[in-house]
């Protein structure tokens, strides 16, 4: 196999407003699971879900791709002849229905970029017979890596404005220090997102860096306008590094779990520091 690169992200499980999700007594897990072992096989669609398998617990292995129908030529006997045949790539995904995080392969053949292919998974988890039964909905956000963004902040002269977006929580999400009073005034609200701006002089960068490390991990943005040591006045934004990881193979049943505890090392490692969620 071909070296394969994947990117990672954050699936949430939205509650119905309309009170009958919290009536159930499935957990969200449960739901995200049933949603996609329930959408192998439907029969609508250009997009589908294939060779679903449970690697452990909480994880499962996937395949999602595009079915379409073709007509190609053939030469038989001196003459061409039209062949009708169907034609359905597909790519890799790992999820782990606990964390609601999942590693999607990159493929051109099916979308310029593996967020187009995100867009498509959620649809087909929206259209599952569980999403109607529980009345919840599936939001799929890309994870940025914090790092280079943190770093900038740690080395600005100087902050002046700090922005960071925030949606309604995760059954484990509620905890954070920053984004969970933000995520619960959402919930009560029956707001999709929300927005905060801190301006000043010059920022305090210490609680920046938390709030960032949380927001990417929650698959959210933020944004920081500062002065470079070099005394540059710049944006940045932490949406323009995405984590990508690389695998040789996944072949095996042993391939998949090996390169699904990966995605998970990497999701605790964004996650580090903000009071042991994981």
């Known amino acids: 196999m071909l070296n394969l690169t994947f990117e990672i992200f954050r699936v949430r499980v939205v509650p119905s407003f309309q009170g009958h999700f919290w009536e159930e007594t499935k957990s969200r897990p449960e739901i995200l699971r049933n949603a996609v072992t329930g959408a192998r096989g439907r029969e609508k669609g250009i997009w589908h879900i294939g060779n679903v398998e449970a690697l452990d617990k909480h994880g499962l292995y996937f395949r999602i791709g595009r079915v379409a129908h073709s007509e190609k030529e053939s030469y038989e006997n001196g003459n061409f002849v039209p062949v009708e045949d169907n034609e359905a790539p597909s790519t890799h995904v ?62 600005a002269s100087k902050i002046f404005k700090f922005y960071v ?15 969970g009073p933000y995520q619960r005034l959402l919930e009560k609200t029956r707001g999709d997102r929300g927005i905060t701006q801190i301006e000043g002089e010059n920022l305090d960068a210490r609680p920046l860096e938390d709030i960032a490390r949380s927001a990417a991990s929650t698959g959210d943005d933020a944004r920081v ?32 779990i090996g390169f699904l505890n990966r995605v998970r090392e990497v999701y605790a490692h964004i996650r580090r520091d903000l009071h042991g969620i994981i």
């Open 225 to 256: 306008w500062l002065v470079t040591e070099k005394g540059d006045r710049t944006k940045k934004m932490l949406r323009d590094n995405p984590v990508s990881i690389s695998t040789g193979g996944l072949d095996s049943e042993k391939e998949k």
């Open 94 to 155: 790992l999820l782990d229905v606990h964390l609601e995080v999942c590693a999607i392969g990159r493929r051109p053949i099916l979308s310029s970029s593996a967020t187009g292919i995100a867009n498509q998974l959620v649809k087909i988890l929206q259209s599952s017979e569980e999403a109607k039964r529980s009345e919840a909905t599936f939001e799929i956000a890309r994870i940025p890596d914090p790092q280079k963004f943190i770093e900038y902040i740690k080395k």
């Open 165 to 179: 977006t925030y949606r309604r929580p995760n059954h484990f999400d509620v905890n954070q220090d920053f984004n």
